[in-house]
């Protein structure tokens, strides 16, 4: 077979280029410390590679988010603490308010002191993360968990939590709902708050609410006001309207209304009889502890001079410190909560760290170039490159003429 000269230089320099094209792949292999520098280099590697990356992406995330989480829960329990002191301090001011040897003046004054500590407890109840979120007003973060009312405080935030996913099946809040942890004080589990308007002119007094039919209970707040020293509306303040009207008042006669059953009670002499204006307030189940503060401070305020205004201390000393545990309480369980996520977080980013290394050292070992195995490779193919020049120039100058000198 006849190979002309043309085709023996053709094939000479596709091979060269072939070789050089091997050199310039080891050698930006080895500059780049990357064994895949482009999807042709392993396809099948390469196709690893891409999928364990965007896992890899993904758990990264999760770790962020983790992080996110436990700063939130470590704020919102460093707030939780000092809402804890100011609780606690309270339960000692409820002592020194009823004792009996303090006159009007040291009432007004620990009065004072619970409004105070109220006010203290409405900052941090609306206190924000570094971005500005609201903590505790669930997943309505940008509005503030509680706003000021004649009765303290009530919740304007919402039910839910603010949840963030933490791993591929779990998710963990961010935000806690409020009323959690300021809410949900009950006398008990059948009976209500029954507490006179600090600006009632009257001694009358009220007693603690009873169910009279549980199928009619709405759970809302109510008020009874007296339009005249025998006639008196109630009213449904959570919303707003009129429940019944003109009613007959008598002394002591139960009043029921929506499955309540509660009675209102003339006190001694002249000032007993409720007059027009006289109110009282009426919370089943669902007060809070603004609610409870504001009650304790009215109370404290009014006159003890008869027997029935310090009967209506007493008792209201009584409710406010139960509400006071009570809130603590919550306190302490959302704390014990905000515990158990951040252990779960804790060992979240344990299982998340180990993983993320693995598909770290998965990922080195298919696309990081081995050095030693690099060089030697790039040794040989310049040696063989080389050695193909040499060769390529000694038999490229043989003709028939030189072969017969």
């Not at 606690?88 to 006159?103: D, I, R, Y």
Request: hydrophobic share 35%; proline share 3%.
């Amino acid at each position: 077979m006849r190979i002309s000269t043309t085709s023996i230089y053709q094939t000479a320099v596709l091979n060269f280029n072939d070789m050089q094209s091997n050199i310039a792949t080891s050698l930006n292999q080895i500059d780049t410390g990357k064994a895949l520098t482009s999807p042709a280099d392993n396809p099948a590697a390469a196709s690893q590679v891409l999928v364990i990356a965007q896992s890899d992406s993904i758990n990264t995330q999760y770790g962020v988010n983790r992080q996110n989480v436990s700063n939130s829960l470590n704020t919102s329990d460093g707030i939780l603490s000092g809402v804890t002191s100011i609780l606690q301090n309270m339960e000692s001011l409820v002592v020194q308010g009823g004792n009996g040897s303090l006159s009007p003046s040291d009432r007004a004054s620990v009065a004072q002191q619970f409004q105070s500590s109220m006010n203290q407890l409405l900052n941090l109840a609306n206190s924000t993360d570094s971005n500005g979120n609201y903590l505790f007003s669930g997943s309505t973060s940008n509005v503030p968990a509680y706003a000021t009312a004649p009765s303290g405080a009530v919740y304007t935030g919402n039910q839910v939590s603010q949840m963030v996913q933490v791993d591929a099946s779990q998710q963990t809040a961010t935000t806690t709902v409020g009323s959690s942890i300021f809410g949900n004080i009950a006398a008990s589990p059948n009976a209500f708050f029954g507490i006179p308007d600090g600006g009632n002119v009257s001694t009358a007094t009220i007693s603690a609410g009873t169910v009279a039919n549980s199928a009619l209970l709405t759970g809302d707040n109510y008020s009874i006001k007296f339009t005249s020293p025998t006639t008196y509306d109630v009213t449904d303040t959570s919303l707003g309207t009129v429940v019944s009207s003109a009613n007959a008042y008598t002394t002591g006669t139960p009043i029921t209304f929506d499955g309540i059953q509660i009675s209102v009670t003339n006190g001694a002499g002249a000032t007993g009889v409720p007059v027009t204006g006289d109110q009282f307030a009426v919370q089943p189940g669902n007060q809070n502890i603004f609610q409870a503060i504001t009650n304790i401070a009215n109370a404290l305020n009014q006159s003890t001079l008869t027997p029935a205004g310090q009967k209506n201390l007493a008792a209201a000393l009584s409710q406010g410190n139960s509400s006071i545990s009570a809130s603590l309480n919550n306190v302490l369980t959302v704390r014990a909560q905000y515990g158990n996520s951040m252990q779960q977080v804790t060992s979240l980013n344990s299982v998340g760290n180990t993983v993320g290394l693995t598909y770290q050292s998965t990922m080195s070992n298919l696309q990081d170039v081995n050095y030693a195995k690099a060089i030697s490779q790039l040794s040989l193919e310049q040696f063989t490159y080389q050695a193909a020049q040499k060769a390529f120039a000694s038999t490229s100058q043989l003709s028939l003429i030189s072969m017969l000198r």
